[in-house]
């Protein structure tokens, strides 16, 4: 069974920083490609960070640019979310994804989520 467990969500002053963490299970990892989504209350879910499967890529929102960085470790199978110099407007349901390909198959997979929230 697949698995993504996520953990490291809280309550932050805005400035501050928290680390994301996601556990995955049951698909070749090392061959997915992991994503963060975020999703605000009201607020369609956005792209917040990917990485590629070799860690040798990684993109990110125009709004979290220079703030989270993104990684992975293969022989864990975890990928991370470091978010520093957090503002209010980063509060969300933080998710972790991956896209995984078996066969003829490209499937996506998603994260129970973790709660960011920063206010002062």
């Known amino acids: 069974q697949v698995q993504l467990v996520e953990s490291g969500g809280g309550l932050v002053q805005p400035g501050g920083s928290l680390r994301l963490s996601c556990a995955a299970s049951g698909f070749t990892f090392s061959s997915a490609r992991m994503f963060w989504y975020r999703q605000a209350p009201g607020k369609e879910r956005e792209l917040v960070a990917h990485?590629?499967?070799?860690?040798?890529?990684?993109n990110y929102a125009d709004s979290v640019k220079g703030r989270f960085t993104i990684s992975r470790d293969n022989a864990k199978n975890t990928v991370d979310l470091q978010m520093n110099t957090l503002k209010p407007e980063d509060t969300a349901v933080y998710y972790c994804?991956?896209?995984?390909?078996?066969?003829?198959?490209?499937?996506?997979?998603w994260g129970q989520g973790t709660q960011v929230t920063v206010s002062s």
């Open positions: 990485i590629t499967s070799g860690g040798g890529i990684t």
């Open positions: 994804s991956a896209l995984a390909t078996k066969a003829w198959n490209t499937l996506r997979y």
